[in-house]
């Protein structure tokens, strides 16, 4: 790879980024994907230990080459792959085998267009000047390339590389999956100035898995017995991505709060759902009609609970409790955050925070709310009061971590033993070198958690 960059760098061109909706509809995603497994070119594991290419394991993969055995999968590919070539309209596109290869003559007959191939490695004993390359492009020619899927884009260098020799330009690469798994950065590495054009994503694969019932997201007894919330706060969807997509199975929710704002509520909720149920943390406080109303948008993509914050008063608390009803989102008040210590919390509240907690948890109970976020010093005392209810306890960490912009706080074993229902943890989950065994340390050696 080092010395296939020293070849092309000097005639590469900056990588530039141009954004480019998917060629597929989202409403045929449903169709394509069972498709696809029904023909045998898609498998999935929960236990992630299908093997990729490059060396890595997930839990869905996709092998279109093996539509050789079905000729109507064949057909379905091919017209799939006939439409974003038919609307780029290339002079000529390039096939990278082995992935493609039996659909790039009947490609090139439904669109009218020839085809280039490049092969990673030259065809031992054949005699010519580009032995790897099998077709007579004429330099200048405009091209695109196809292939199956994209992982990390290292398997795309050599044809560009190879492209770019034969002068060949203006070059997109059409796949019917990103697997979104770097290939921006290998691509800017190397220079290459070729943007990809999906029909899909690897997370719109899973969703549809899932939605359709032909994979779990989770076992549900694992779920149900799960009481780990991950923080997701401050961070972008393609920070969070891979992380969920490791977590899954793991049965944690996920809790999100300016990303609901950044990327939509309708939008980021049934997406969030594909890897957990989902804490929206939107801790709503404005009057009564205001909260209703933003509660409102959750009604069509319900998650596991919402919070607002118990300050805002009764009525408040009730227009988010009724315009939920007949959902199964839990609406949670706030009482005193975590991050008030005792001198703040009397000078905003003129109580300590215990004395205020409750007082607020008062307040939600009459309010009809399904539990209370709180921390781990006040759980005791309510879970007391309001058995039955949900514990939520922020600033939860082990005992070897720092509190950092938390107060009151505790560790996962002493909020679970005083009442605490579900544990609220962030960066010390996300910033492991591996999310899944540190959840599952936790689960298994603090809070002694039989699966």
């Not at 590495?189 to 999906?198: C, E, Q």
């Not at 957990?276 to 998650?303: E, F, Q, S, W, Y």
Request: charged fraction near 25%; include cysteine; hydrophobic fraction near 40%.
């Amino acid at each position: 790879m080092t010395f296939l960059f020293f070849i092309y760098k000097p005639i590469l061109l900056k990588m530039k980024t141009i954004p480019r909706s998917p060629w597929l509809f989202p409403e045929e995603h449903a169709e394509v994907v069972q498709n696809l497994f029904d023909f045998g070119l898609l498998k999935f594991s929960n236990d992630r230990n299908l093997p990729l290419k490059s060396g890595g394991k997930t839990d869905v993969y996709i092998n279109l080459r093996d539509a050789r055995n079905d000729p109507k999968a064949i057909k379905f590919i091919t017209e799939l792959l006939a439409r974003p070539l038919n609307h780029l309209h290339p002079e000529r596109f390039v096939e990278i085998p082995d992935s493609v290869s039996c659909f790039a003559g009947p490609l090139s007959i439904k669109t009218g267009i020839p085809y280039l191939t490049i092969r990673e490695k030259a065809k031992e004993g054949r005699v010519a000047i580009n032995a790897n390359v099998i077709g007579s492009p004429k330099q200048g020619e405009k091209i695109c390339m196809i292939d199956d899927v994209i992982t990390d884009g290292a398997s795309k260098i050599v044809p560009y590389g190879q492209c770019q020799i034969l002068g060949l330009h203006n070059q997109s690469l059409i796949v019917l999956v990103d697997r979104q798994q770097g290939w921006e950065k290998i691509f800017s590495d190397f220079g290459m100035d070729m943007n990809v054009w999906a029909g899909m994503t690897l997370h719109d694969v899973r969703r549809q898995l899932i939605e359709l019932g032909i994979m779990q997201r989770c076992n549900p007894v694992t779920e149900e017995k799960n009481p780990l919330i991950v923080a997701l706060d401050g961070k972008s969807w393609d920070d969070i991505l891979p992380i969920m997509d490791q977590l899954r199975t793991t049965g944690c929710i996920l809790k999100v709060n300016d990303l609901l704002f950044n990327k939509g509520i309708e939008e980021l909720i049934p997406d969030l759902s594909v890897y957990g149920r989902v804490m929206a943390d939107l801790k709503g406080h404005d009057i009564p009609n205001t909260v209703a109303n933003t509660c409102k948008h959750l009604r069509d993509c319900p998650p596991w609970a919402v919070t607002v914050h118990a300050s805002g008063g009764e009525e408040m608390v009730k227009a988010a409790v009724e315009t939920l009803k007949g959902t199964n989102t839990k609406v949670l008040p706030v009482t005193v955050l975590t991050s008030i210590d005792k001198t703040t919390c009397e000078e905003v509240y003129t109580r300590r925070p215990m004395e205020e907690v409750l007082t607020l948890a008062a307040i939600g109970n009459r309010a009809g709310a399904h539990g209370f976020v709180c921390s781990p010093e006040e759980v005791g005392e309510l879970s007391k009061l309001y058995p039955g209810k949900e514990f939520v306890t922020p600033g939860i960490r082990s005992g070897d971590n720092e509190k950092q912009d938390q107060n009151r706080t505790g560790t996962p074993k002493g909020a679970k033993e005083s009442g605490a229902t579900k544990l609220v943890m962030g960066r010390q989950i996300l910033s492991a070198k591996d999310p899944v065994a540190e959840v599952m340390r936790i689960l298994t050696e603090e809070l002694e958690i039989v699966f």
